[in-house]
Antibody, heavy 119, light 110 residues
Framework: QVQLQESGPGLVKPSETLSLTCTVS????????LNWIRQPPGKGLEWIGY???????NYNPSLKSRVTISVDTSKNQISLRLSSVTAADTAVYYC?????????????WGQGALLTVSS | QSVLTQPPSVSAAPGQKVTISCSGS????????VSWYQQLPGTAPKLLIY???KRPSGIPDRFSGSKSGTSATLGITGLQTGDEADYYC???????????FGGGTKLTVL
């Protein structure tokens, strides 16, 4: 059974860079795409971006200038970096898997990591 | 402002049926598969419907999906109190080359 687990600092100061990691267990991350999706408190889901196991990425244009997603296949992990954070970046951050672009769907999700931006 | 439009809330009595709509455009729903996700309070979203109308293993047939043009609909029959959750539609957007979601619909089982 594939499992995804997000981890991060919990609290980040405004203007700093947010860093989160998603570790996949129960299978290799090869052959599919891992995504970051976030959900501000009481609000809906927002797709942040994806990375393929071979390193290809694509990001939501609304966040593209501040986002970097990277992969470490040796650790079965992906990472998210979001720079110049503000209170608007406070959210639960999920990683989720799709097996194909365009026609795919999110079949496995992590439990989510709450990240609060506050001084 | 979400790319896909859903009603903020729907409600119905136990045992009844409810439908949740999801409206988009030709760059997303009109030319791509729609999936639906159930988010119980305090938990991560869970895949409910994929490829417009298919159910993953373990999802009861009380849940159904359909698509017509640039809109999709989730149907739930035989409502149970355990169905109270937020429901989200999602699909690929060709203009974005990424995924978009609806704003979510809160289901209340009265």
């Amino acid at each position: 059974q594939v499992q995804l687990q997000e981890s991060g600092p919990g609290l980040v100061k405004p203007s700093e860079t947010l860093s989160l990691t998603c570790t996949v267990s129960g299978g290799s991350i090869s052959s599919y795409y891992l995504n970051w999706i976030r959900q501000p408190p009481g609000k809906g889901l927002e797709w942040i971006g994806y990375i393929a196991y071979y390193g290809s990425t694509n990001y939501n244009p609304s966040l593209k200038s501040r986002v970097t997603i990277s992969v470490d296949t040796s650790k079965n992990q992906i990472s998210l970096r979001l720079s110049s954070v503000t209170a608007a970046d406070t959210a639960v951050y999920y990683c989720a898997r799709v097996t194909q672009l365009a026609v795919g769907f999110f079949d496995y999700w992590g439990q989510g990591a709450l990240l609060t931006v506050s001084s | 402002q979400s790319v896909l439009t859903q009603p903020p809330s729907v409600s119905a009595a136990p045992g009844q049926k409810v439908t949740i709509s999801c409206s988009g455009s030709s760059s997303n729903i009109g030319n791509n598969y729609v999936s639906w996700y159930q988010q119980l309070p305090g938990t991560a979203p869970k895949l409910l419907i994929y490829d417009n109308n298919k159910r993953p293993s373990g999802i009861p047939d009380r849940f159904s999906g359909s698509k017509s043009g640039t809109s999709a609909t989730l149907g739930i029959t035989g409502l149970q109190t355990g169905d109270e959750a937020d429901y989200y539609c999602g699909t690929w957007d060709n203009s974005l080359s990424g995924w978009v979601f609806g704003g979510g619909t809160k289901l209340t089982v009265l």
